[in-house]
């Protein structure tokens, strides 16, 4: 008789964004008549920059042709891409991180989700709450934890992010061997400090211990001294891995296309004490999983590197910061405070009530959904996630409904 992994089981019943999707789906189904704007799941909405889709017509135009046609590509990315991820992402502002040091993937998403199979099974975990939902869901898929009870898995140590640490956790008293950190963060919007990285990378140095680094929204940060890597911070190269997206930075969510760094001096060790490299074991695992990203969507990722290409996104990030300061605006009219969507698409306001029961509030009042927090962990309750990504007349549309709403 075939089994299943019983750890599904341990799971919420369905993943936070497919919830959502869920119950908004049952309330247009029930209200046709009413006209939805979604500030949910951090989704872009902007067309991609004009350097990415030139570049996807030519690329096109090399598939049809039998000499410039390719068949699969490097699993690790074309060195095309890897080289100008090297330079302008980490030569450029000082870090060094050598191309065969950067493999391409589909997304951050799948690249956090997948990094720890190359962990073992039995490592401590430290993973913040709130947090995005995938670190914690694919730990539990793997059997790293035990059940759940009051919205907390057994077997990891969360690391709360709240009000009192300004969102930003410190390193905790206890070990543990694999922590995973997002900033700008989603979903508060937070960002951290190079001496607050530094800590980090301190404690990880100490505790033998491997730091993920997620900052998918690196290309929302404004301020010029917060860190746009963790490999800024001295030492860092040999205790983090980073991911990075082109999703927010060029609107690749559909287009799919992100990158994960692993620093050849990175080790973690085997059961005999023996250092081994991360490197090797993740180049092993990608180069039997994955045949990598489509030849047309990495030259169209490459494009975002050219003069019109940089000068695009940065009009893209700028625009949907633009949304997030009336956000933000209009929460402080309505007396809720929040933080967030200064260097960060995502708005992470206080509503002081149920996070689910101001979700239906908005949804049922003002047609306007957003996330509720509770579904990014315990110290996400009493607070929802509003987006930044959507239109700007949708937007200010979705602001009035919700004051319209609230008043
Ligand atoms: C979010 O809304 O948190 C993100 O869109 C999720 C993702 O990037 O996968």
Redesign the pocket.
Known sequence: MIRINENYAKLNASY??ADIARRVGAYASAHPDKALIRL????VTEPLPAACVEALHAAADEMSNRATFKGYGPEQGYAFLRELISRHDYADRGCRIEPDEIFISD???SDTGNIQEIFAADIRLAIPDPV???YVDTNVMAGRTGPAADGRFEGILYLESTASNGYVPGVPDAPADLVYLCFPN??TGAVATKAQLAEWVAYAKRNRAVILFDS?YEAYIRDPAVAHSIYEVEGARDVAIEFR?F??TAGF?GTRCAYTVVPKTLMAWDSAGRPQALHSLWNRRQTTKTNGVSYPVQRAAAATYTEAGMSQTRGLTDFYLGNARLIRAAMARLGLACVGGENAP?IWVNVGRDSWEFFDLLLEKAQVVC?PGAGFGRCGEGHV?I?A?NSRENVETALGRIGAALR
């Open positions: 936070l964004f949910g799941i951090g989704d997304g951050a998403k995005y939902p995938v989603n979903p998918a997206s999703s927010k969510t995502y996330t996630r987006s990504f």
